[in-house]
């Protein structure tokens, strides 16, 4: 064979070569696509972009080290009725196109849960299901490839109860605008809370002590309500209200709209007035503290504004504590507590 020849055979080796190659990337390519299209619990938002969010914005919760349930669990998988596997600190995730979403500016909620075997504070109960939301919006209509931001922040703390003090913030208050948001969670009663010294003064017997971060754990997307991912068949039990939380945005327009009237240095109460005799309440020995939710002008919102004569947030207390009154007893009647001594804020 002469060297032409070879030269030939060689130049027709590399084209073949380079067919195979090129049909190679291309089939990878239809593979990655297809991957990026597959939505699962078909809510229009792909499992590939669900999980990257849900990555981005989770957020780094505080647990009581002493924590009486020890960790949020991980639910037997395929199972209808809540069956804790594991306390492992597993987090589940939600996430779904919000209402205020566009083609141009691509918008979604993300429900991050903490789900324990079980409730042991006051009024104790088995399984506690627990929440905090974000609104999260894409830079451009492309969402894959887009940079996406935290616009507000929710938390549940006593959700539909007396002592209803969930929270709603933006999200560059907290400093959660671009990563998921500090989060604190009262041990026993697992209330959420995004900024400490509310956990401090919260509800009942709220009251974050020895709080250390909860350990990496898994994050898992249950999908939505009807159309369970990950084998989250628990997701609808009758047994707890989770089914009930991922039918409901926490970002309606009311909340919303209170809150962008306040100075961003402010963490809105969800629910002001909801309950006519409404207060955070902390009845710790023979203190008994309570922080005005009246909803109206600071008594709408806690600061979280820092001065050098100290916090907003105390000066806020102070000027309405005076408010509270009567009201005060009529919620403390509500929660059966019953203060030895009422003391004036200092
Ligand atoms: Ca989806
Ligand atoms: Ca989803």
């Known amino acids: 064979m002469n060297g032409i020849k070879i030269m030939r055979i060689a130049v027709v080796l590399l084209g073949l070569a380079a067919i195979a190659t090129s049909c190679q990337t291309r089939a990878q390519q239809i593979i990655a696509s297809t991957q990026s299209q597959v ?12 999980q990257s969010l849900l990555t981005q914005f989770a957020p780094a919760f505080m647990i009581g080290k002493k924590e009486c349930s020890n960790l949020p669990a991980e639910f037997r998988v395929a199972t209808v009725s809540p069956d804790p596997q594991e306390e492992n600190g597993t987090i589940y995730g939600q996430v779904f196109p919000a209402h205020s979403s566009t083609s141009a500016a691509p918008t979604a909620e993300i429900h991050y849960y903490h789900l324990w075997s079980k409730d042991c504070g006051a009024h104790a109960h088995p399984l506690d299901a627990e929440h905090v939301s974000v609104l999260v919006r894409a830079s451009a209509n492309d969402s894959i490839k887009a940079k996406w931001k935290a616009i507000y922040w929710y938390a549940a703390a006593h959700e ?106 402010e963490i809105a109460w969800f629910n002001p007035g909801r309950h006519p005799a409404q207060g955070v309440i ?60 009422e003391k004036k804020p200092e």
Not at 237 to 253: G, H, I, T, V
Not at 291 to 312: E, M, P
Not at 319 to 340: D, E, F, I, W, Y
């Open 160 to 265: 539909n109860t007396v002592c209803d003090v969930s929270q709603i913030s933006r999200a560059s208050t907290i400093h959660a605008a671009d990563q998921g948001a500090k989060v604190w969670i009262s041990p026993s009663k697992h209330a959420s809370y995004l900024d400490e010294r509310l956990c401090q003064g919260g509800c009942g017997a709220d009251k974050c002590e020895a709080m250390v971060a909860l350990p990496p754990g898994k994050l898992i997307n249950l999908g939505e309500p009807g159309a369970p991912m990950n084998g989250s068949l628990f997701a609808e039990s009758k047994q707890w209200p989770l089914a009930k939380k991922m039918r409901e945005s926490n970002f309606p327009d009311e909340p919303v709209a209170r809150l962008e009237e306040l100075p961003d240095t």
């Open 282 to 341: 902390s009845a710790s020995g023979s203190t008994y503290n309570a922080l005005s939710t009246s909803g109206q002008n600071t008594s709408a919102a806690i600061s979280v504004a820092q001065d050098s004569t100290g916090t907003a947030l105390e000066k806020s207390y102070n000027s309405t504590v005076h408010a509270l009154g009567a009201s005060t007893r009529k919620v403390a009647k509500a929660l059966h507590v019953t203060p030895t001594e």
């Open 39 to 50: 939505d699962t619990d078909s809510d229009g938002l792909s499992d590939q972009l669900e």
